[in-house]
């Protein structure tokens, strides 16, 4: 079954936690992306990478982080440094100049 | 800068009638111009793209849209919609980033609601 595998559907976050949002591919792609998608605002680039082992900031990477240390998964964490995670988190990949999306991730603080 | 603009946050219309979604965008180059559709609490899928070549594109579901260089605009129709139609609809312009890859700069969506 090809495609996007964000994992998991849910998750919850305690104050001062960081958490890890998981995204999975086995499209044979080159980029990935991650986006945040709050009410009303679309979808805005949090972190990209265009190959493994190199990554690039989005515009709204403070609070952050990502690895691609293969290339068939893209993981975010999100930091506590994150005051407001609260949001649906969708995973990209793109080949190249067409983008397709996860599932999502909804993120919600306890 | 690059931006998209829809200038419809909610549109409700009647099952069979005629649909139009409007997308204007702002970008220096000839752009790549994306629809997407989301059902609530789903990812993104793909309804139709522009890339060069024939203005008016038709894409999946029943949709087409059209690229108007002079209006910079790239509106969603559908000749008759159907209740499943009912989705979030986003707009989005391809622009070159830091490279080969391509980043997408969406529009805040366009809400429809079908009713019956």
């Known amino acids: 079954d090809g495609g996007i595998t964000q994992s998991p559907k849910y998750l919850f976050r305690k104050e001062g936690q960081n958490v890890t949002l998981s995204c999975e591919q086995n499209?044979?792609?080159?980029?990935m992306y991650w986006y945040r998608q709050d009410p009303g605002q679309g979808l805005r680039l949090i972190y990209y990478?265009?190959?493994?082992?190199?990554?690039q900031k989005g515009d709204i990477a403070e609070g952050y982080s990502v690895s691609r240390e293969k290339k068939e998964s893209f993981p975010l964490t999100v930091t506590s440094a994150q005051k407001n995670p609260t949001a649906f988190y969708l995973c990209a990949t793109s080949a190249p100049e067409i983008q397709y999306f996860g599932a999502g991730t909804r993120l919600s603080v306890l | 800068a690059q931006s998209v603009t829809q200038p419809d946050i909610h549109i409700t219309v009647s099952e069979g009638a005629s649909l139009e979604l409007r997308c204007n965008y702002s970008?220096?180059?000839?752009?790549?111009l994306f629809w997407y559709v989301q059902s609530p609490g789903q990812g993104l899928q793909l309804l139709l793209k522009y890339f060069s070549g024939d203005t008016l594109v038709q894409g999946i579901k029943g949709f087409e849209a059209e690229f108007k260089r002079s209006q910079s605009s790239f509106n969603l129709r559908k000749p008759s919609v159907h209740w499943s139609d009912a989705a979030e609809y986003f707009c989005a312009v391809g622009a070159h980033y830091g490279g080969a890859t391509n980043k997408l700069i969406f529009g805040t969506g366009t809400l429809l609601a079908v009713q019956p």
């Open positions: 499209l044979n792609h080159d980029a």
């Open positions: 970008y220096g180059a000839t752009p790549y």
């Open positions: 990478s265009q190959i493994v082992n190199d990554f």
